[in-house]
């Protein structure tokens, strides 16, 4: 077998995996980056329809979720937002904010990719791709880890996990880094798809299925979560920005409370001096807030039994604490992220080193940090990447 020695041995060569590359090359570390896939950076490539949002100006601990709330503090303080942004306008690309602090680049995500990559270059980091890990060790004496790979063994004092979720398994996720994980006896917390569409059955399919393509500005509801964004209704349940963001709290059987209309008053027409009060008046008023097809759907499946001031009040009520009770989600194939994942409680929230195992390190997505939509995400897998990159 060809030995290959580094100080520094990175799985996964995506968003999290080139950032702590090319920290720890920066610091002189000879490192080595080694990717299954054929091609750095594919989830970056297909992110923000192609544009990559890269991060999001607002981002704070209160937009990720972990068993341990806390645990992101540090490393987003110590790498933010602004960080990025810098090497972004070193590198000279342009980019847009789009709406509520969320920045894609003007041109292509292959920018992203490519600005890693210089960087990584640029740092002496060698990228290995198209190239599968069989095996991980680490011998008991000199705390070095080996990576078996075809023919050849890659030996370092230091291993910095970034293989990713389970989420897009068409563009290659696999579950390599839980299994190294526990490889180590490393707890991890219970996956499952977040930021993912959620399905319908029965009754509530049939009537809302019609409805394939409509979207309307809402606010949708989970416990003590809220998000006011858009919702979209598909062939097979709900999606768009808003669903997407309650996913990650979601867990069936919980029901969802949607406001079709939030801080309005839908039914005020109804209550006018001599105003009519029946289906009509009802249809009309819906539709002044609302799509009509929407509208429409809604008049049907909450006209009340009599039109008095008691029945305006609860049926008000009713339109802004719709209830949905989803029999799903779409699953890893259309799930953004992987919620769950490597227990923070495992790690050192200052250098995403594991506690009492030196030299091993889990950084991005396959950690139990899971961001909204929006940029959170990417600014996980650069902030995480940094601190480890910094730390090895």
């Not at 070095?144 to 897009?168: D, E, K, R, Y």
């Not at 029999?327 to 050192?348: H, P, R």
Request: one cysteine or more; aromatic letters at 8%; a positive charge.
């Amino acid at each position: 077998m060809n030995q290959l020695r580094f100080d520094v041995l990175i799985l996964g060569g995506g968003a999290a995996g080139l950032m702590a590359a090319m920290e720890a090359g920066r610091r002189g570390r000879r490192v080595a980056v080694i990717e299954r896939a054929e091609r750095p950076g594919k989830k970056i490539l297909i992110s923000g329809g192609g544009r990559c949002n890269f991060t999001n100006l607002h981002t704070q601990p209160a937009n990720f979720l972990s068993a341990n709330p806390h645990f992101a503090k540090s490393a987003l303080a110590r790498y933010t937002p602004a960080d990025f942004i810098r090497l972004v306008e070193r590198h000279h690309i342009a980019y847009h904010e789009k709406t509520l602090g969320q920045l894609f680049c003007d041109g292509s995500a292959q920018q992203i990719v490519d600005l890693l990559m210089r960087e990584c270059v640029d740092a002496g980091v060698r990228v290995l791709l198209s190239t599968a890990v069989t095996d991980v060790r680490r011998d008991d004496s000199s705390g070095a880890f080996s990576l078996t790979a075809g023919n050849s063994v890659f030996i370092a004092p230091a291993l910095i996990v970034a293989t990713g979720g389970l989420s897009i398994p068409k563009m290659g996720a696999t579950g390599f880094g839980y299994d190294t994980a526990r490889r180590f006896s490393i707890p991890i917390e219970p996956c499952h798809p977040a930021l993912v569409p959620l399905t319908l059955s029965g009754a509530e399919h049939e009537q809302f299925a019609r409805l394939t393509g409509i979207s309307a500005a809402v606010s949708v509801s989970c416990g003590k979560q809220t998000f006011r964004e858009k919702i979209l209704f598909t062939h097979r349940g709900l999606s768009g920005p808003a669903i997407l963001q309650i996913s990650s709290y979601w867990n069936k059987p919980g029901v969802l409370l949607i406001d079709w209309a939030p801080g309005q008053q839908m039914l005020a027409p109804l209550r006018a001096p001599n105003a009519p009060r029946d289906p009509a008046a009802f249809k009309a008023a819906l539709r002044s807030h609302l799509p009509a097809r929407l509208a429409d759907l809604l008049s049907e499946v909450s006209a009340p039994a009599s039109w008095t001031n008691h029945a305006l009040d609860r049926l008000e009520h009713t339109l802004h604490s719709f209830a949905f009770t989803p029999s799903g989600t779409e699953g890893y194939d259309k799930a953004e992220v992987t919620a769950g994942g490597v227990s923070t409680s495992a790690l050192s929230a200052q250098t995403m080193e594991c506690r009492g195992l030196p030299g091993l390190y889990f950084i991005g997505e396959v950690v139990d940090v899971t961001g909204h939509l929006g940029g959170f995400n990417f600014q996980w897998a650069w902030a995480s990447g940094a601190a480890a990159g910094r730390a090895v």
